[in-house]
Nanobody, 118 residues
Framework: QVQLVELGGGLVQPGGSLRLSCAAS????????MNWYRQVPGKQRELVAA???????NYADSVKGRFTISRDNAKNTVYLQMNSLKPEDTAVYYC????????????WGQGTQVTVSS
């Protein structure tokens, strides 16, 4: 089992920045890919960014150039740096981890609310 704990959500004005973190514990050594998803009420959860253990990354078109995903393998932690935030970025952000690139993993964090509003 892998446990994921997210930190860093909150309220920010449009154009502002936030950094989310997700710390993995438990049987995390086998984890290959870590993802960030987000969800707004009434919509499906969508992939925001992904990073492999070797550093490959993938981003949703809507966040390219604004968000950066990174990971510290020694700390089993993944980060999502979000810049130039827009109101449409408002969502609950979830950390997700798994074993296969391009697929949703079986482990989820509890979610953290990000609200972009003036």
């Amino acid at each position: 089992q892998v446990q994921l704990v997210e930190l860093g959500g909150g309220l920010v004005q449009p154009g502002g920045s936030l950094r989310l973190s997700c710390a993995a514990s438990g049987s995390s050594a086998s984890i290959y890919v870590m993802n960030w998803y987000r969800q707004v009420p009434g919509k499906q959860r969508e992939l925001v960014a992904a990073i492999s253990r070797t550093g490959s990354t993938n981003y949703a078109d809507s966040v390219k150039g604004r968000f950066t995903i990174s990971r510290d393998n020694a700390k089993n932690t993944v980060y999502l740096q979000m810049n130039s935030l827009k109101p449409e970025d408002t969502a609950v952000y979830y950390c997700n981890s798994g074993f296969i690139w391009g697929l949703q993993g079986p482990y989820w964090g509890q979610g953290t609310q990000v609200t972009v509003s003036s």
